[in-house]
């Protein structure tokens, strides 16, 4: 049964329209309403308005049905719309009357977005650790070929000698610092929407939301309540953001890969286990996971906009418009992680190649040193040094490198 049901024959097809992928996307967040909902339930109870008896029934069955969710024991249906539904079907199925006391003082509204900011501030921690992960393995590129010399590049053309572990950390510093802004986008989430209802507060009855605040481990109350509904899809787009500039780093460093393992390159040789063949051509290694990650750098910046499609110019309260947020939102979160953790395997298996980078190494890319170097040496300007070093080139008259 609907927990909004008024006992009504509802169209089949506006039924599966409006329900629409809920039931399927809200599995991830079965464990988090139960967590909310039992720390509700103890706040019922706190502020008079729960048995001692209810409150350890509501606690039990809790406990069971996210249990054997967990387990793959049961699954929301159509019909049950989303995990609210289909846990408090479960908890009057199990435990009568007091399942149907729990609602008392919250809405799906308010119910929905604490279980979606539980679930961000895990989901965001666990891809924070999934960039590190892709850090720490150019970590190890760095460890163990960092001092092979290579070119630098601006504008794709050979610019300056550089390294293989100067190119390897500058990405993982920046995967890091990915980590670290995957992180700080928690602070909206942080707040607590339990007690605001359906945007207005709960009338007839004085509920306690700095309870749940504690219980739940949230930093703060989300004050007024009214600001609650407003703030749709604000922690959402934050979480996106931050995971579109991953994906950005994960895709960069795939592109570099892709173009440093081609022929003319040569400057990489991938893992075999990470490549795949041609259905016509039998000498081909193609680089499909890297070339992949290049393009699925490209989800969580759409996932960005669809979000924000969905979001601007609404009214304020609450509307129906925002449950079409979690594809876009789950969909952005899900293929970074996956980008990451491919690339974390990956990368320790991808070796470089001495002999076609050091024949990449020709004298020219020494003249921003020995202009440099005129300066330091004679005192000359840097215009000066730069228009010397440029003649001699331009003459043939360039050292090789040490």
Known sequence: MRLWDRRETLDARVLSYTAGEDHRLDERLVAYDVRASAAHAEMLHAQGLLSPDDLDALRAALREIGAEHAAGGWAIALEEEDCHTAIENRLVA????????????????????????????????????????????????????????????????RAMP??????????????????????????????NPLGSGAGYGIPGVVVDRHFTTQRLGFAETHHPVTAVQLSRGKA?????????????????????LCLFATAEFGFVRLPAAFTTGSSMLPQK???????????????????????????????????RDYQLMKAPLFRGLDSALETADLLAHALPGIRFVPETLAAALDSSLLAAEQANRLV?????????????????LAEGETRSLP
Do not use: C
Not at 288 to 309: H, K, P, V
């Open 162 to 191: 550089t390294t293989v572990g100067l190119w390897a950390l500058g990405f993982a510093s920046e995967l890091r610092d990915d980590a670290e802004g995957l992180r700080a986008a928690t602070r909206r989430a942080r707040r």
């Open 236 to 256: 959402e787009a934050g979480a996106l953001f931050e995971t579109a500039l991953l994906a950005q780093d994960l895709g960069r460093l795939a592109a570099d």
């Open 376 to 392: 330091a040496e004679q005192g000359l300007p840097f215009r000066e040094a730069y228009r010397r070093v440029k003649a001699a």
């Open 285 to 319: 290694r193609n680089p499909d996971l890297f070339e992949l990650a290049r393009g699925r750098s490209g989800e969580a910046t759409a996932a960005l906009f669809e979000l924000l499609a969905i979001t601007a110019k609404m009214t304020s309260g609450y509307h």
């Open 94 to 157: 199990r435990v009568g009357e007091a399942g149907k006391r729990i609602h008392l003082g919250r809405s799906r509204n308010d119910q929905v977005l604490a279980a979606l900011r539980l679930y961000l501030i895990d989901a965001l921690s666990v891809l924070a650790a999934a960039a590190e992960g892709v850090a720490d393995a150019l970590d190890g590129v760095a460890a163990h070929e960092g001092e092979l010399p290579m070119p630098g590049y601006t504008h794709l053309q």
